[in-house]
T-cell receptor, first 114, second 116 residues
């Protein structure tokens, strides 16, 4: 399985600022996803970020708030813009293997907005 | 539309008891994948198993076993002889080809507490 790292692992940010989260994979992957896990909740898909195409956002998530880059097959970034306390969550990237469809997750970025 | 239901919010057992976590899913796709993940208190999401819709064989891995029944749209997870280290939130998830690709639809999770 792919090894996935995320930076930063955690951060405390002030309202109104932006944070960019990086996701690095040790192998080339086509499918990459960004999820949000609010405190005590399940995971919700933010967007699908396949290389070579624009990110596809789920209902309730917009590009202006959560811009995503996918410059190559091993890297992606998610920016949380103009943050408010409601954005306090764990943000996780995951990758999907094309043949097995198994999906693996990064360790997550724990974001607190004050 | 795809949906995963984990009706059990919290389960508490004493060590060495067997415990079954229920998962019921809904999808109109004929090809789909079912998953179980473990999220210990440390927060990382640990992949446990993937099953595709064409393979209804039950699977056993050590103390873990999974029962996939298409007739009831269920994919239940049993831990035999539970241990304190099994304490975690367990998520069942479903993926199928959609506008989001094969992104995962998660259930709400079942929090399992195993006490000594």
């Amino acid at each position: 399985s792919a090894v996935i790292s995320q930076k930063p692992s955690r951060d405390i940010c002030q309202r109104g600022t932006s944070l960019t989260i990086q996701c690095q994979v040790d192998s080339q992957v086509t499918m990459m996803f960004w999820y949000r896990q609010q405190p005590g909740q399940s995971l919700t898909l933010i967007a699908t970020a396949n290389q070579g195409s624009e990110a596809t956002y789920e209902s309730g998530f917009v590009i202006d708030k959560f811009p995503i880059s996918r410059p190559n097959l091993t890297f992606s970034t998610l920016t949380v813009s103009n943050m408010s306390p409601e954005d306090s969550s764990i943000y996780l990237c995951s990758v999907g293997e094309t043949v097995s469809y198994e999906q693996y997750f990064g360790p997550g970025t724990r974001l607190t907005v004050t | 539309a795809q949906k995963v239901t984990q009706a059990q919010t919290e389960i508490s057992v004493v060590e060495k008891e067997d415990v079954t976590l229920d998962c019921v899913y809904e999808t109109r796709d004929t090809t789909y994948y079912l998953f179980w993940y473990k999220q210990p208190p440390s927060g990382e999401l640990v992949f446990l198993i993937r099953r595709n819709s064409f393979d209804e064989q039950n699977e056993i891995s050590g103390r873990y076993s999974w029962n996939f029944q298409k007739s009831t749209s269920s994919f239940n997870f049993t831990i035999t002889a539970s241990q304190v280290v099994d304490s975690a939130v367990y998520f069942c998830a479903l993926s199928a080809n959609s506008n989001s690709g094969y992104a995962l639809n998660f259930g709400k999770g079942t929090s399992l507490l195993v006490t000594p």
